[in-house]
DNA sequence: CTAAGTGCAAAATGTTTGCATACTT
DNA sequence: AAGTATGCAAACATTTTGCACTTAG
């Protein structure tokens, strides 16, 4: 919602880069920072962050919120609507906060169900159940 | 997880009371200081954390994770109202912020398959499904 | 040259915690 | 009496913002 002309900066560049390296795995805005400064590339927070806000808008990347009060995390998406971006659900162990990916062609059903029968148009990006993990059950 | 409420307080008693009256209405930890601050009641914020924090826990209320940073919501669900206790689903509209109660057989499902498939034990009081509603969608 | 992006540190936000006091049982 | 809960304020963590500076177009 903010301006249409955008610039393509090194920072961005960058940050892009690392994203595409994490396919499949959910980073928070600090293991950005983190993995950066290791680096010695170091990129601000602030640009960090407002990068990272611009990528979800431009779908690029999605952001979950798992909890009040753990960071947002973020998962690259990419341009094209494949794999994760249409099928993966993810799963939040109460116990030990393990965030668990699932890509399972049943729960895909409960999209078409709740629209089907209640008129509900998931997001399933955004949707995180909530429960006890396999382990945590012992 | 920690320990379990033991005594029955009046700050307590208060706040029950409260949320039981804003059935089917999300309220922030800040709505409820507000309301009892006009009241003259005035419950510490603390206490209104911790209370709402043991209220999950019971069941008694859920708690609504919308948005990275916007206070959580809660809503009054109760232990003993209409069997919600073990199969009421929750849908959270993303646009008008409308919150749906389902109760749904295909719904208990996703619990079953959870467990059977991928061993995860599914917190239904928790989890809530968010997208866009019927209105919303037109 | 102009608009957009950057980086720092400081602010804002929502929530939690330490600790002495008050209350429940 | 023993163990909890409360309340205040200070601590926390994450994210945002103000502002001077740099950079892309």
Redesign the interface.
Known sequence: METHIKYKTKQRDILIQYLETKKGVHITANDVCEFLKKDGIAIGQATVYRQLERLVDEGVIS?Y????NSP?CFEYIGLESHGCAETCFH?KC?KCGKL?H?H?E??NE?GE??FR???????SM?????????EC?K
């Open positions: 952001k919120i798992i909890d009040a947002a799963c109460e668990i699932l399972c049943e729960l409960i169900h709740l029968e209640h008129k509900f148009k998931l997001n955004r949707t995180v159940f909530y429960g006890v993990c396999d059950q």
